[in-house]
């Protein structure tokens, strides 16, 4: 049922490198999340967007940017990777007004070795 | 403050058993949503059930079922006659505002279903 896409699905690459993880929807929902998820644990909002040209800081601090130029796109980018961005990250949009449930993707797991 | 507790980390039961996975929220709001979401192995995040507070009616969906309790702030969810397939960890989460930003989670039940 989702149309919601994480690119890559794995990613294992070397401290300090730039890395950009993809996330782009079909269903033309304004807001757009990323959360961050240690395996089988809770999750931690760490960005997200009400609409293009929208972007906020989550509860969870982040060296991570992100950016919102087109309602289906919305990626996130580490500058610098370290090991602690060791994790999984997971790309989430919904419609409506609030409180709508959330489209998830199949997530990136990123390990920096 | 907004709180979800999910007290169980771990339940192992084997297949056709019923079982109920616990939430307890914690909210000042009198306004405020209920969320049930299922991670499988697989790790995409698939949603169950909305409830808001509104409405304590509770919802059967085929083997599932959720009791809304007010009285005892939980949201619990049961799992009538388990399938191997139902193995996944479950969330609970609780949104008080306009937006799901403010989406608050549990940690998670792990739930697995021996043939």
């Known amino acids: 049922e989702a149309d919601i896409y994480q690119t890559p699905r794995y990613l294992v690459i070397g401290t300090g490198k730039k890395i950009t993880l993809e996330c782009s929807q079909t269903?033309?929902?304004?807001?757009m999340y990323w959360y961050q998820q240690d395996p089988g644990m809770e999750l931690h909002l760490i960005h997200y967007?009400?609409?293009?040209?929208?972007?906020e800081k989550g509860d969870l601090s982040s060296e991570s940017t992100v950016s919102r130029i087109r309602t289906e796109h919305f990626p996130l980018t580490l500058e610098s990777a370290r090991p602690s961005h060791t994790s999984q990250y997971l790309c989430?949009?919904?419609?409506?007004?609030?409180?709508?449930?959330?489209?998830f993707g199949s997530g990136t797991q990123l390990s920096v070795l | 403050a907004q709180k979800v507790t999910q007290a169980q980390t771990e339940i192992s039961v084997v297949e056709k058993e019923d079982v109920t996975l616990d939430c307890v929220y914690e909210?000042?709001?009198?306004?405020?949503?209920l969320f049930w979401y299922k991670q499988p192995p697989s790790g995409e995040l698939v949603f169950l059930i909305r409830?808001?507070?509104?409405d304590e009616q509770n919802e059967i969906s085929g083997r599932y079922s959720w009791n809304f309790q007010k009285s005892t702030s939980s949201f619990n969810f049961t799992i009538t006659a388990s399938q191997v397939v139902d193995s996944a960890v479950y969330f609970c989460?609780?949104?008080?505002?306009?937006?799901?930003?403010?989406?608050?989670w549990g940690a998670g039940t792990k739930l697995i279903i021996k043939p």
């Open positions: 967007s009400y609409g293009v040209n929208s972007t």
């Open positions: 989460a609780l949104s008080e505002g306009d937006s799901n930003y403010q989406l608050i």
């Open positions: 409830r808001n507070s509104f």
């Open positions: 269903m033309g929902h304004d807001k």
């Open positions: 909210t000042r709001d009198t306004t405020y949503y």
């Open positions: 989430a949009s919904s419609a409506g007004a609030g409180n709508e449930k959330l489209f």
